[in-house]
Nanobody, 124 residues
């Protein structure tokens, strides 16, 4: 069974940067990053497919966040740049069995394996 462990969340200043990590044990085909702010739904923000390295971003993070993968360790990173208060949230990575790639990466119920989350707080 695949296990995901996130790390890297922290307190950052507006305009600052963080790098989140998602270490996966087991075979994975795609990993998505989600975030959930207090009182809001869990939304997918980025995804990477392992077969071809294709990446996906929602508009709110495009140009600021970068997803990447180290195939040797099966660790997926999410680099967060130019952070703002709206980025404050609990960040999760997720994966699923099968060959669906990153389809429906924004919808949490299409993903069935989750990490425990890592907190990002953006504040001066």
């Amino acid at each position: 069974q695949v296990r995901l462990v996130e790390s890297g969340g922290d307190l950052a200043q507006p305009g600052g940067s963080l790098r989140l990590s998602c270490a996966a044990s087991g075979d994975t085909k795609a990993i998505a990053w989600f975030r959930q702010a207090p009182g809001k739904e869990r939304d997918g923000i980025s995804c990477i497919t392992h077969s071809d390295g294709r990446t996906y971003y929602v508009d709110s993070v495009k140009g600021r966040f970068t997803i990447s993968r180290d195939g040797a360790t099966n660790t997926v990173y999410l680099r967060l740049n130019n952070l703002n208060a709206d980025d404050t949230a609990l960040y999760y990575c997720a994966t699923r069995a099968g060959g669906l790639g990153c389809s429906n990466y924004r919808i949490y119920y299409y993903w069935d394996t989750w990490g425990q989350g890592t907190q990002v707080i953006v504040s001066s």
